[in-house]
């Protein structure tokens, strides 16, 4: 019947052509009716992490095992979608789900090529296997995901499908969704990127880790360059705009920098906080938690406390290399040691781990985990020399496993991680809101959160609260102490006979009270806690947030032996600084779920409003005006580099300098800075508050309070202001009062102001005393020691 031989094989083709029809065919109706059902995509609900923020908008947390932001289709940027498009799907718009066109040229080019080269996929396929099929390469698999793709097609709108595509896609760095990969690459909403990015976005779902810029920018590049080279074609850009995108420098975030200011001890608060409200869900729910930090002022006390560690351990010298490791002669080999050593080794802070691979008293050279290399030289040098020198039994040898800074663009010292601990909190003095806090030198190091987990003692930094206890029992700032020894009974000092001293060993006559706190004076902080009694005073600390039971009624309270946590105390200077109210310090403003709405509401106490007062105003004004001598004249001297009148604080050092304390504030801003070991042990010689822990403050109230105008605070009613005699603490008679200058107290002139509640004003002094004879120079006049 068939004459020529090409009949049977046309015969031969058709035979398998009907067959293969007709085994699909069945293969599609037993496969249609199992194919799951589409809830998944009609009612998506892709799981999105808890995102924390500070008050401005700055993310600085987020929790969950996927990085997810979800992005409407409408809020595409038309270039985005279109990159995707010629990356991916080109025929997206006009095929049904499975794109025959695409499969024939993808089957000519891997025939041709003699392997896999191209794929078929179409978007929609990818989605199909995305929520609902495995990544196996099997027969079953694939007709499945055809099978899937078109119901897909026939169900819902390609804008749809697109808008599932773009929010549920992997691409890398546990980056899910585009939304989430311009914030993990870029580190800004998709919105705000270029054409450049988002080719280079574009690139990542045919092979996430092939292609992530973060670990080999080249081949991502590659990449991008191809998606643009594929949008010129299909003519959704022209000549210029692909060139432009073309030489487009692209900066990617590091994998280190996900967040937009560090805040992890804060962040790490706000989850546990939600999660022992909400368990588990918080994880993948949306939730938006929005703090009360300010990222500027978060920014300047990270930078305070790093910086204000290493100064101390500068001052402190180096203690050698973190590890050892031998290089060897060959070059690959060495690489590969190098490599291997620091390949475990995160940078913490801007400290980048480096391996020495030369040293000379004059120069060490370093190389860094991305392979580049570094000179030491110079000053950078000095706090090396000996171990550089090899001198002392020291020696910094190749191979040595090291920290290294850059201190400018060209510029490395060697540096190391610390022992020592910090922290800092600063807090809304008007209603309690924390506006920065910075719970140690780092949080991958050591998550112990010292601002709210550290108790301990405070030091001369709790005197103020004594003093404040005093002026209700009708002390005065000029009433006269006794600065002379004193010898306390056991029953007096909680169990041992105790001799308190001055921190620099001094003794002297009587001292005003003003000046003894300018000073920090200990013999006569003693002696008015034991003039107004132990019990009174562990009552009356109530009143600023302590817990009495951490304060045993013996008179070692004078000198802060109890124990407070930095956020406590933080709140505690808040009420001197805010005029006699108590507010308790708050940190999350609100939480809202995906859909923005509000599951939690910061109701804080605010002054003015529903703050309750618990000192007299009188008190908290004459305390503050008490504590802006010691930023002036005092312990905190150095404070006046700041150049503000506003500012009044106190410092504090504990036995052996084990914690170095600063609490400061303005009339809007209260901060405290803490340094110690969590082991206590000493800090090392002259380590005192005003050494260690008041320039930590200095640096973050000085970018904080940057072109922020000066206030005072008002005087409260109720207040005398007279003139006194230095020496004496007793009023001058009208008859000796000329025009005296408010000046340093205890200086020169006829006396000097000073102020009294107006039912405890001073005893007068005769005006024919005054200046009968030369008085000798009062105590407190004399220079005073840090502490």
Same mark, same amino acid.
């Given at each position: 019947?068939?004459?020529?031989?090409?009949?049977?094989?046309?015969?031969?083709?058709?035979?398998?052509?009907?067959?293969?029809?007709? $085994?699909?065919? $069945?293969?599609?109706?037993?496969?249609?009716?199992?194919?799951?059902?589409?809830?998944?995509?009609?009612?998506?609900?892709?799981?999105?992490? $808890?995102?924390?923020?500070?008050?401005?908008?700055?993310?600085?947390?987020?929790?969950?095992?996927?990085?997810?932001?979800?992005?409407?289709?409408?809020?595409?940027?038309?270039?985005?979608?279109?990159?995707? *498009?010629?990356?991916?799907?080109?025929?997206?718009?006009?095929?049904?789900?499975?794109?025959?066109?695409?499969?024939?040229?993808?089957?000519?080019?891997?025939?041709?090529?003699?392997?896999?080269?191209?794929?078929?996929?179409? *978007?929609?396929?990818?989605?199909?296997?995305?929520?609902?099929?495995?990544?196996?390469?099997? $027969?079953?698999?694939?007709? @499945?995901?055809?099978?899937?793709?078109?119901?897909?097609?026939?169900?819902?709108?390609?804008?749809?499908?697109?808008?599932?595509?773009?929010?549920?896609?992997?691409?890398?760095?546990?980056?899910?969704?585009?939304?989430?990969?311009?914030?993990?690459?870029?580190?800004?909403?998709?919105?705000?990127?270029?054409?450049?990015?988002?080719?280079?976005?574009?690139?990542?779902?045919?092979?996430?880790?092939?292609?992530?810029?973060?670990?080999?920018?080249?081949?991502?590049?590659?990449?991008?360059?191809?998606?643009?080279?594929?949008?010129?074609?299909?003519?959704?850009?022209?000549?210029?705009?692909?060139?432009?995108?073309?030489?487009?420098?692209?900066?990617?975030?590091?994998?280190?920098?996900?967040?937009?200011?560090?805040?992890?001890?804060?962040?790490?608060?706000?989850?546990?906080?939600?999660?022992?409200?909400?368990?588990?869900?918080?994880?993948?729910?949306?939730?938006?938690?929005?703090?009360?930090?300010?990222?500027?002022?978060?920014?300047?006390?990270?930078?305070?406390?790093?910086?204000?560690?290493?100064?101390?351990?500068?001052?402190?010298?180096?203690?050698?290399?973190?590890?050892?490791?031998?290089?060897?002669?060959?070059?690959?080999?060495?690489?590969?040691?190098?490599?291997?050593?620091?390949?475990?080794?995160?940078?913490?802070?801007?400290?980048?781990?480096?391996?020495?691979?030369?040293?000379?008293?004059?120069?060490?050279?370093?190389?860094?985990?991305?392979?580049?290399?570094?000179?030491?030289?110079?000053?950078?040098?000095?706090?090396?020399?000996?171990?550089?020198?090899?001198?002392?039994?020291?020696?910094?040898?190749?191979?040595?496993?090291?920290?290294?800074?850059? #201190?400018?663009?060209?510029?490395?010292?060697?540096?190391?991680?610390?022992?020592?601990?910090?922290?800092?909190?600063?807090?809304?003095?008007?209603?309690?809101?924390?506006?920065?806090?910075?719970?140690?030198?780092?949080?991958?190091?050591?998550?112990?959160?010292?601002?709210?987990?550290?108790?301990?003692?405070?030091?001369?930094?709790?005197?103020?609260?004594?003093?404040?206890?005093?002026?209700?029992?009708?002390?005065?700032?000029?009433?006269?102490?006794?600065?002379?020894?004193?010898?306390?009974?056991?029953?007096?000092?909680?169990?041992?006979?105790?001799?308190?001293?001055?921190?620099?060993?001094?003794?002297?006559?009587?001292?005003?009270?003003? @000046?003894?706190?300018?000073?920090?004076?200990?013999?006569?902080?003693?002696?008015?806690?034991?003039? *107004?009694?132990?019990?009174?005073?562990?009552?009356?600390?109530?009143?600023?947030?302590?817990?009495?039971?951490?304060?045993?009624?013996?008179?070692?309270?004078?000198?802060?032996?109890?124990?407070?946590?930095?956020?406590?105390?933080?709140?505690?200077?808040?009420?001197?600084?805010?005029?006699?109210?108590?507010?308790?310090?708050?940190?999350?403003?609100?939480?809202?779920?995906?859909?923005?709405?509000?599951?939690?509401?910061?109701?804080?106490?605010?002054?003015?409003?529903?703050?309750?007062?618990?000192?007299?105003?009188?008190?908290?004004?004459?305390?503050?005006?008490?504590?802006?001598?010691?930023?002036?004249?005092?312990?905190?001297?150095?404070?006046?580099?700041?150049?503000?009148?506003?500012?009044?604080?106190?410092?504090?050092?504990?036995?052996?300098?084990?914690?170095?304390?600063?609490?400061?504030?303005?009339?809007?801003?209260?901060?405290?800075?803490?340094?110690?070991?969590?082991?206590?042990?000493?800090?090392?010689? @002259?380590?005192?508050?005003?050494?260690?822990?008041?320039?930590?403050?200095?640096?973050?109230?000085?970018?904080?309070?940057?072109?922020?105008?000066?206030?005072?605070?008002?005087?409260?009613?109720?207040?005398?202001?007279?003139?006194?005699?230095?020496?004496?603490? #007793?009023?001058?008679?009208?008859?000796?009062?000329?025009?005296?200058?408010?000046?340093?107290?205890?200086?020169?002139?006829?006396?000097?102001?000073?102020?009294?509640?107006?039912?405890?004003?001073?005893?007068?002094?005769?005006?024919?005393?005054?200046?009968?004879?030369?008085?000798?120079?009062?105590?407190?006049?004399?220079?005073?020691?840090?502490?």
């Amino acid at each position: 019947m068939f004459s020529k031989w090409w009949h049977y094989a046309l015969a031969l083709v058709v035979s398998l052509g009907v067959v293969g029809t007709a $085994l699909a065919g $069945l293969a599609a109706a037993l496969i249609y009716p199992n194919l799951p059902p589409l809830e998944a995509l009609t009612d998506y609900k892709p799981k999105l992490p $808890l995102r924390v923020y500070t008050a401005d908008g700055a993310l600085i947390g987020e929790f969950g095992e996927e990085r997810r932001a979800f992005i409407a289709i409408d809020k595409v940027p038309a270039y985005m979608k279109q990159a995707i *498009i010629a990356a991916e799907d080109e025929r997206f718009y006009a095929h049904g789900g499975v794109d025959t066109l695409g499969i024939l040229r993808a089957a000519s080019a891997n025939l041709l090529s003699g392997g896999v080269k191209e794929g078929a996929s179409t *978007i929609t396929m990818q989605v199909a296997r995305n929520f609902f099929l495995s990544n196996e390469k099997t $027969l079953t698999r694939k007709l @499945s995901e055809a099978m899937l793709a078109m119901k897909i097609e026939h169900n819902l709108s390609k804008d749809k499908i697109l808008e599932l595509y773009i929010n549920q896609i992997y691409l890398g760095q546990r980056a899910y969704g585009f939304e989430a990969a311009a914030r993990t690459y870029f580190g800004k909403p998709m919105q705000a990127l270029s054409l450049a990015e988002f080719a280079m976005l574009a690139g990542l779902p045919k092979a996430p880790s092939r292609y992530n810029p973060v670990v080999n920018f080249p081949r991502a590049k590659a990449r991008q360059e191809y998606v643009l080279k594929r949008m010129l074609t299909l003519k959704f850009i022209d000549q210029p705009t692909w060139q432009a995108a073309m030489a487009q420098k692209l900066v990617i975030r590091q994998a280190k920098q996900q967040t937009d200011v560090a805040a992890d001890f804060a962040a790490e608060m706000v989850r546990q906080t939600l999660f022992e409200k909400y368990g588990e869900s918080i994880y993948s729910s949306g939730y938006k938690a929005v703090t009360t930090l300010l990222r500027t002022q978060q920014a300047a006390a990270n930078q305070a406390v790093w910086m204000g560690v290493a100064d101390y351990d500068l001052r402190h010298g180096y203690r050698g290399p973190e590890k050892q490791i031998v290089l060897p002669g060959d070059k690959t080999a060495r690489e590969a040691a190098i490599a291997d050593a620091l390949s475990e080794l995160n940078t913490v802070s801007d400290m980048q781990p480096a391996v020495v691979i030369s040293v000379s008293p004059k120069l060490i050279r370093a190389q860094l985990q991305d392979n580049s290399v570094v000179d030491i030289t110079g000053n950078s040098l000095k706090w090396v020399a000996n171990w550089a020198a090899g001198k002392k039994g020291r020696q910094l040898l190749p191979g040595a496993v090291v920290r290294v800074q850059a #201190t400018s663009a060209q510029a490395w010292r060697l540096t190391q991680l610390p022992e020592v601990e910090a922290a800092l909190v600063a807090i809304d003095p008007k209603n309690g809101a924390i506006t920065a806090l910075v719970g140690g030198f780092d949080f991958n190091r050591n998550k112990f959160n010292h601002v709210t987990q550290a108790w301990r003692q405070p030091g001369s930094s709790f005197k103020p609260f004594v003093y404040s206890a005093a002026l209700e029992k009708g002390f005065t700032p000029a009433t006269m102490i006794d600065n002379a020894p004193i010898t306390l009974a056991a029953e007096e000092a909680g169990g041992t006979v105790w001799e308190p001293k001055n921190y620099d060993g001094s003794t002297g006559g009587p001292v005003r009270l003003r @000046s003894a706190l300018t000073k920090s004076l200990n013999l006569v902080s003693v002696r008015i806690l034991q003039g *107004i009694g132990p019990y009174y005073a562990r009552d009356y600390i109530r009143r600023f947030g302590f817990d009495p039971a951490r304060h045993p009624p013996y008179l070692t309270m004078a000198l802060g032996a109890g124990s407070v946590t930095p956020l406590q105390l933080a709140a505690a200077y808040g009420v001197f600084a805010n005029g006699g109210f108590s507010v308790k310090p708050y940190l999350i403003e609100k939480v809202t779920d995906k859909e923005g709405r509000v599951l939690m509401q910061a109701a804080p106490q605010v002054v003015g409003s529903n703050a309750p007062r618990v000192i007299d105003p009188r008190n908290a004004w004459l305390m503050t005006n008490l504590l802006q001598d010691v930023t002036r004249y005092g312990t905190a001297a150095r404070a006046g580099q700041l150049g503000r009148n506003d500012i009044a604080g106190k410092t504090g050092t504990t036995n052996d300098a084990r914690d170095t304390w600063f609490a400061g504030y303005t009339p809007d801003l209260v901060a405290v800075a803490w340094m110690g070991y969590d082991q206590p042990r000493p800090l090392g010689r @002259s380590e005192t508050g005003a050494q260690s822990a008041l320039p930590i403050w200095m640096s973050f109230m000085g970018r904080s309070l940057q072109g922020v105008p000066q206030k005072s605070w008002p005087m409260p009613s109720g207040i005398l202001t007279l003139q006194i005699d230095p020496a004496t603490g #007793t009023r001058l008679a009208e008859s000796a009062i000329g025009d005296v200058p408010d000046g340093m107290p205890g200086g020169e002139a006829k006396g000097m102001t000073e102020y009294f509640y107006q039912e405890f004003p001073p005893p007068e002094a005769p005006a024919a005393d005054w200046g009968a004879e030369p008085a000798p120079a009062p105590a407190d006049s004399l220079p005073g020691t840090p502490i």
